[in-house]
């Protein structure tokens, strides 16, 4: 059974979980959690298993591994975005391995990909609060969908809204 050790800090007034410190963050307590740590996603009122966190961080990392941090923020929240909505399926790894969702997954090595620590401040970020549209649902590198709304391009990545 793997074992991980995370630290309790405080950050901008906000106490959250994170594998390494923060610079300028103040220490609280360590603690040591087993590998069936779950987290929680505050503005879904959700609780996210280990397993869907991993899973959150490898699809983000595959997705927007080489974009900023914002960006692979928006990656995350497309997911969490579709879990929420009624328009697709209620969990994490329905809506990761559904049809024509995130062609990642279908790459032969994806459930072995590791992701930066990076990627693992976005998705925690992601969880914490969702500061884009609610049906921000779709990414894409080059242009806009021709479907939905367009909504911003950030970094490679143009995101769409699934609008009227």
């Known amino acids: 059974m793997l074992t991980r050790i995370l630290k309790i800090i405080l950050f901008a007034g906000v106490t959250f979980l994170t594998p390494t410190e923060i610079p300028q963050a103040e220490e609280k307590e360590t603690v040591v959690v087993n590998a069936e740590q779950s987290y929680f996603c505050e503005w879904m009122g959700m609780e996210i298993s280990q397993e869907e966190f991993e899973l959150l961080c490898r699809t983000t990392f595959c997705e927007a591994g080489n974009q900023d941090f914002e960006t692979q923020k928006m990656v995350c929240l497309t997911i969490l975005n ?3 909505s009624e ?8 809506v990761v391995y559904g049809r024509n969702a995130y ?4 790459w032969s ?4 990909v590791e992701w930066t620590e990076q990627v693992e401040q976005a998705v925690i970020s992601a969880l914490q609060e969702n500061n884009h549209p609610a049906d921000m649902f779709y990414f894409r590198t080059e242009h806009f969908h021709t479907f939905g709304e367009s909504y911003i391009k950030s970094d490679d990545l143009y995101f769409s809204l699934e609008g009227e």
Do not use: G, M
């Open 82 to 84: 579709r879990v929420k």
């Open 87 to 94: 328009k697709f399926p209620h969990t994490i790894h329905d």
């Open 103 to 106: 062609e990642v997954t279908t």
């Open 109 to 112: 090595n994806f459930n072995s």
